[in-house]
């Protein structure tokens, strides 16, 4: 079963003492619209940290005092860890597995040169369509500051909503508008693309930052743009996975590679509710249970997608979601895929499932490990 919306929006009438209601009626006449009803199986695939590097040469002005440090912990460390032919092979095996859609969430570079996103750029163009694949930055790509036209603008047909999705009634200005038209690196974010009764909710944490940091933040301006759209979508009957790089509850020692404003994002959750928050930055799999006041949400992050195991983190890995709907609620099966090194491709690592509620109450049944299991969750 496809998932379609509808391609041209309803007429407004609109009376000049009641603009705002004006374009509560068109938001809520869109809604109507996009009421999912759910009677099949979407598949779902999320991977995250690809840190794609240059191995060209550096002039003296690239290398700003932040990344100095970042390239020499490249050059000694990183380059031995992080690899293409491990990002090939996981790319290899998505595409055997032909999920529905593909999220990944952020990282996708190491210290934002301009050639690592135009080399970013085309291992996604080589990887899939933009309808297929949707993408958010992560700290590594706000390394520093870098013009728009010489970074994320490279990747704007990956993180842009859908064209026909409507302006948010809450705010004066879109927050779907097209990147192209925005001066700001955040100004297209939260984005909202509809797929097959996914709603994709993606937000953008990645901020420059001093040496030795990689904290994130969101601002008020997308937090409450984002609850504009968890609400409108949660009306239509969607299933709403929200994307972010970093963890909205830090690992215990990770002060400087926090989420700034993770409470208010919290305090958003508890309000809307979500099915799904997905996340990577820790380079290793989590699953934690978030309160709201639709029940549980969970939030899964992953290992990095190119990575062989070092200082504690698994081989490369990514997360495969078999979304099952129902008038019921949802039946979420997970599997995790990783590298078995030895024998150069991705198996079977380990699967749960979870089982969400239209209430979004979460349960969760007993998880199965296969016998090549290096597989952290905190549950």
């Known amino acids: 079963m496809r998932w379609h919306h509808a391609q041209i929006w309803p007429s407004v009438e609109r009376v000049p003492i009641a603009a705002g209601l004006a374009r509560n009626v068109a938001a809520r006449k869109v ?9 099949a199986t979407v598949r779902l695939a999320h991977f995250s940290d690809l840190h794609i590097a240059s191995d060209l040469r550096l002039s003296p002005s690239d290398l700003a005092r932040k990344r100095l440090l970042g390239f020499a912990s490249w050059r000694m460390r990183r380059r031995y860890i992080h690899r293409l032919d491990v990002l090939s092979m996981l790319a290899d095996d998505v595409r055997r597995q032909n999920p529905d859609h593909v999220v990944i969430t952020g990282d996708i570079t190491n210290i934002s040169l301009q050639e690592e996103f135009t080399l970013a750029a085309r291992w996604l163009a080589d990887f899939g369509e933009p309808q297929w694949v949707s993408v958010i930055p992560g700290n590594h790509d706000a390394y520093v500051h870098i013009p728009w036209e010489q ?11 859908d064209p026909e999705v409507e302006p948010d009634p809450a705010s004066s200005s879109s927050p779907e508008a097209p990147i192209a038209t925005k001066a700001a690196s955040r100004g297209c974010f939260p984005y909202l693309r509809r797929r097959q009764g996914l709603a994709i909710i993606g937000l953008s944490t990645a901020v420059v930052t001093g040496p030795g940091m990689a904290l994130g933040r969101l601002g008020a301006e997308q937090l409450a743009r984002a609850r504009g759209l968890l609400e409108r979508t949660r009306e239509e009957g969607a299933f709403r996975v929200v994307l972010l790089h970093h963890p909205p509850v830090a690992a215990s020692g990770h002060r400087y590679k926090r989420l700034l404003d993770a409470d208010a994002f919290l305090a958003m959750l508890a309000e809307t509710g979500a099915e799904l928050v997905l996340h990577g930055h820790d380079h290793t799999h989590r699953l934690r249970q978030l309160p709201s006041r639709y029940g549980n949400v969970a939030a899964i992050g992953t290992a990095s997608a190119s990575a062989l195991p070092a200082n ?34 991705f198996v079977n690592v380990s699967q749960r499932t979870l089982i969400v509620e239209r209430r979004h109450a979460v349960t969760e049944k007993t998880p199965q490990s296969f016998p090549r299991a290096s597989d952290r969750v905190e549950a």
């Open 31 to 39: 809604a109507a619209r996009n009421v999912v009803e759910w009677n």
């Open 151 to 161: 970074s994320w603008a490279h990747w704007e047909a990956y993180m842009c909503s």
């Open 312 to 345: 504690g983190h698994p081989a490369a890995q990514y997360h495969l979601y078999r979304i099952t709907g129902s008038d019921a609620g949802w039946s979420v099966e997970m599997q995790v895929r990783g590298l078995d090194a030895a024998a150069g491709r």
